[in-house]
């Protein structure tokens, strides 16, 4: 089973930038982060794949910017933060061709005003 390693979030303040990165325990074609609020359903924040194809949830574009410096690693940066950006945050992780995902174990960030 693959195995997600997140790291980054915490504390931020509006306007301000903080950054994500997580690592895979494997190669995989998209990889990205979802987000949780509370009382929310989970919610997709951006994916990349290794072929270069992007997906933002219209609330983030313009703002955070997901990138893939190799097939085991996603990095988000979110930049511009604010009060509604605070979620937890997933990694995800699977391949193309098939419905099997993988998730980290989340990371919290919260943005203050």
């Known amino acids: 089973q693959a195995q997600l390693v997140e790291s980054g979030g915490g504390l931020g303040q509006t306007g301000r930038s903080l950054n994500l990165s997580c690592t895979a325990h494997?190669?995989?074609?998209?990889m990205g982060w979802y987000r949780q609020a509370p009382g929310n359903q989970r919610e997709l924040v951006a994916t990349k794949s290794v072929y270069g194809s992007t997906d933002y949830a219209e609330s983030v574009k313009g703002r955070f910017i997901v990138s893939r410096p190799d097939a085991k690693t996603v990095h988000l940066q979110m930049n511009s933060l604010t009060v509604d950006d605070t979620a937890v945050y997933f990694c995800?992780?699977?391949?193309?061709?098939?419905?099997?995902?993988?998730w980290g174990q989340g990371t919290q960030v919260t943005v203050s005003s």
């Open positions: 995800n992780a699977h391949q193309i061709a098939s419905t099997l995902e993988y």
């Open positions: 494997g190669v995989f074609d998209i």
